[in-house]
């Protein structure tokens, strides 16, 4: 094994110094770690809408404790159209940011059980 690498560097032409300095150099490259960086929180609270519809959002959401947009979007066609129901639309065709209230609220819920799961029955033998 070690003739073989010796055939090499001195069929490659290089000298030892030179082989053994790219040597160290090739792992040097290869046991360097990672940079650990602790960054700041950041809250992405700019989605794009206008700062008085997103300020009609927030109204909304706070007027109806904080109820679902989805669930919203979902009841609007079986409500009568008045004024409350024609900014609930105007206000749901933009993008919503998250409600922190909201956040903080669904994190200290456990998440519900999707339902009965069938389980295999033992066998009586």
Known sequence: MLQLCWARVWTAGISDERYF?????????????????????????????????AQLQNYLHEMQGNFGWGSIKDALPYL????????????????????????????????LSPGKTDRPRAIAG
């Open 80 to 111: 009568v159209d008045e004024d409350l129901v024609k900014y609930l639309k105007k206000v749901t065709s933009f993008p919503i940011a998250a409600c922190s209230d909201c956040i903080e609220g669904k994190s200290k819920c456990e998440p």
């Open 21 to 53: 300095k790219e040597q160290q150099g090739n792992s040097k490259k290869q046991s360097r770690k990672p940079i650990k960086m602790r960054l700041p929180a950041v809250r992405l609270v700019d989605t794009g809408v206008p700062e008085e519809v």
